[in-house]
């Protein structure tokens, strides 16, 4: 159950932290010294941190990380500024007698001679250290130990292919120098004894044979580098291309980028199957091709040209993470594709109106299957939880379930109806996950103020009496701004047991309804001196204030729950800020949109939009705001309209005409702003917002 407290109307904002963490397979690494990952989660403002162990990278000029197609990378163009992990060897965690340097490198042009990572100072003076390179189609790895006064060159046999990811690696173990390529060792030499010899006053370089020479830079991109204080076995080697080479695609041409006119969205069909949607603003094909588990690939769509799209995914595993792209063509026939887009079936909150699959459930009663049907028609009630005060053995509580998603609470103070209660419940499967039974007492209740969406009781509706709970509790209970208690059920009027019941309360004013029985209905309004955040920094005019009457005393918790932080960005992204309007509370994730009753923190509902981002709302501002029933988000050269109870997409607003790439608009939806009758924004440059997608820092940008 939610924290039993008083809810305090106003808004609290926390920062929810998305924090890095270095992988257990690094740390555990027996001998690792330390380990570069060149992926923009890696990058913290001008330094790329190392993922374990060694010193941070100086970014000493902007720097292109990329995430798609995989792997993350740094783009290197051969002109680069250098990038210098340490100045000399005393600066750096390096390995003095044994050592394995490991890198996943793609090289875009063999046949230039360029550094992959090493230190090393090769003249006619001095020959000491060790390097990976790139010499002519070959790979090389250099290396002097005491043992000699020259240092040993050994060069890989079989070409690079251009494009293409490979493993490298370099071992010595004191005696025995050796060179990887893709698992296979592809050159040897006993020449090299003793313990490493340093160069000293020479950078340890990444990306480049020399420090202060443009010539040697490397034309290609780097994924990871690692290195240890041992040698690495042959079998060590192979097997640690084998358990990744899966993750670095095969060279291709890239289509150009798709640019949908509209969408994708993902829309919930069940807790397995889920719709995809988009536009195009030619027609064309509908493709979408689906990464799921394992690695396969699944194509889906139609031959058909059309500007409107559909597909259903189907069989989706619970709390995966689904990848998916989107493919086209332009008006030559050329083919195009869309970033690779993230689905998590993580954030599926709906609750299941049947039972269980594997409970026994209650056979229907036609009375009380009428009676919940009848409730749920009569409020409009159908998300959130539902309290039922006085019991008799459960069947109004199981057909609530079966016809609707909210969460049932039972209460009663006798033990005997509680048990029936849940012998019912738990032969149905639904007890415990859909609903609870509580034998309590008549005087308050144990809960939070204002929780409740629904209010009706088995009893009265069996027996026509008034709860044993008072009416003053009641409405104690129930959620402001929509929440309904409907009593009775029963024909026949009621008599003064029920007057005396709802008597010196706000249920006095409760109105009698006769459909298909005598009911008691009570539909409580939205709480008086209860402010809003309604935008960015609370209202339009940017108050940073929600004009709450209602503060006073110490804050408490009301509600704990999802989606908690895991769909968060990054704290370093300044994200738009949750908004509260009517009751609702909108929470905008990383590409991801919540709904919640902002009273009890039901999530209503979630919405994947991989398009629809802003970060950073101090460079740029936020991309939401709320009014009434309506939450409005700028997606692209849009703004939508969604329905605050349902997430459904309503209406459509163009940043420019029709919003029609064929009508020379090339702005998207920028600022954006609602009240009760107006929707007001801004057009800007399209791409012009900050999305800190690859790490890029925004005054770079």
């Known amino acids: ?48 941190k190392a993922m374990f162990g060694g010193p941070g990278i100086p970014l000493r000029s902007p720097m292109r990380f990329a995430v798609d197609p995989p792997p993350h990378r740094l783009e ?62 070959h790979f090389r790895f250099s290396l002097a130990a005491e043992g000699q006064s020259r240092l040993t060159a050994l060069e890989s046999t079989v070409p690079i292919e251009p494009l293409r990811w490979h493993h490298v690696a370099g071992t010595f173990d004191g005696a025995h120098q050796r ?135 189907s069989g989706l595993q619970s709390d995966y993470e689904y990848h998916y792209r989107i493919g086209g063509q332009d008006a030559a026939g050329e083919p195009l594709q869309t970033a690779r887009y993230l689905f998590d079936t993580s954030f599926f909150y709906a609750l299941l109106r049947a039972p269980t699959p594997g409970g026994k459930p209650a056979a229907i009663n036609d009375r009380h299957a009428e009676a919940a049907a009848r409730i749920l028609q009569r409020t409009g009630v159908s998300d959130g939880y539902c309290l039922v ?99 009775g059920g029963q024909s026949g009027d009621f008599g003064a047991a029920w007057t005396s019941w709802r008597a010196n309360s706000p249920l006095a004013a409760a109105e009698t309804v006769e459909d298909h029985g005598h009911w008691l209905q009570f539909r409580r309004d939205p709480l008086a001196g209860a402010g809003e955040w309604s935008h960015q920094y609370g209202s339009a005019d940017n108050t940073s204030t929600s004009l709450d009457e209602l503060v006073d005393g110490d804050l408490q918790v009301a509600w704990w729950g999802d989606p908690g932080p ?59 705001t709320a009014a009434g029933d309506r939450l409005y988000v700028a997606h692209g050269r849009w703004c939508l309209a969604l329905d605050g109870q349902s997430g459904t997409r309503v209406q459509r607003f163009a940043a420019e005409g029709d919003g029609s790439m064929d009508h020379g608009g090339q702005f998207d939806w920028g600022y954006v702003s609602a009240g009760p009758d107006r929707l007001i924004g801004s057009r800007q440059k399209r791409d012009a917002a900050y999305l800190g997608d690859d790490g890029e820092w925004y005054e770079d940008f």
């Open 179 to 313: 060179l990887f390529v893709n698992g296979q060792l592809a050159g040897e030499s006993r020449e090299q004894t003793g313990a490493l010899r340093y160069p000293p006053a020479t950078p340890f370089l990444v990306g480049s044979l020399r420090a202060s020479e443009p010539a040697g830079r490397l034309l290609g991109a780097l994924h990871e580098i690692r290195l240890f204080q041992r040698a690495l076995a042959n079998d060590e080697i192979q097997q640690r291309f084998e358990a990744r080479r899966r993750e670095f695609p095969e060279p291709m041409v890239t289509p150009k980028l798709l640019r949908l006119a509209y969408g994708p969205f993902v829309d919930w069909a069940d807790r397995h199957s889920a719709v995809v949607t988009w536009e195009t603003d030619l027609p064309m094909p509908t493709r979408l091709e689906l990464e799921g588990p394992g690695g396969t690939r699944t194509p889906i769509g139609e031959t058909a040209a059309t500007t409107r799209h559909s597909v259903t995914l």
């Open 389 to 487: 005060l006085g019991a008799v053995d459960g069947r109004l509580a199981l057909e609530l379930v079966r016809q609707s998603r909210l969460k049932i609470v039972v209460v009663d103070p006798r033990d005997d109806r509680i048990a029936a209660v849940r012998r019912t419940l738990d032969a149905a499967g639904v007890y415990g996950t859909r609903a609870s039974a509580q034998q309590v007492a008549a005087g308050p209740l144990p809960y939070g103020d204002l929780f409740a969406n629904l209010v009706v009781s088995e009893s009265a509706l069996d027996a026509n009496e008034p709860p044993v709970m008072s009416a003053a509790e009641v409405h104690r209970l129930l959620r402001p701004g929509g929440g309904v208690a409907l009593l």
């Open 1 to 48: 159950m939610r924290s039993p407290v008083r809810w305090i109307p106003a808004m609290l904002l926390a920062a929810w932290t998305a924090t890095s963490v270095a992988p257990a397979q690094a740390q555990g690494e027996a001998g690792l010294l330390a380990c570069w990952r060149f992926g923009p989660e890696w990058k913290q403002g001008t330094d790329l």
């Open 566 to 624: 895991r769909p968060m960005p990054d704290r370093g992204n300044r994200n738009p800020a949750p908004l509260s309007v009517n009751g609702r509370l909108f929470i905008q994730g990383n590409r991801i949109l919540f709904g919640l009753d902002a009273y009890n923190g039901t999530i209503l509902w979630t919405l994947s939009a991989p398009e629809i981002r802003r970060a950073n709302v101090t460079r740029d501002c936020s991309n939401m």
């Open 76 to 137: 290197l163009n051969g002109s680069e500024a250098t990038l210098i992990i340490a100045p000399d060897d005393t600066k750096a965690l390096l390995p003095r007698r044994e050592m394995t340097i490991e890198a996943w490198v793609r090289v875009d042009q063999p046949g230039d001679t360029a550094g992959i990572v090493g230190i090393l100072a090769d003249t006619s003076e001095t020959n000491q250290g060790w390097q990976l390179a790139v010499r002519g189609a």
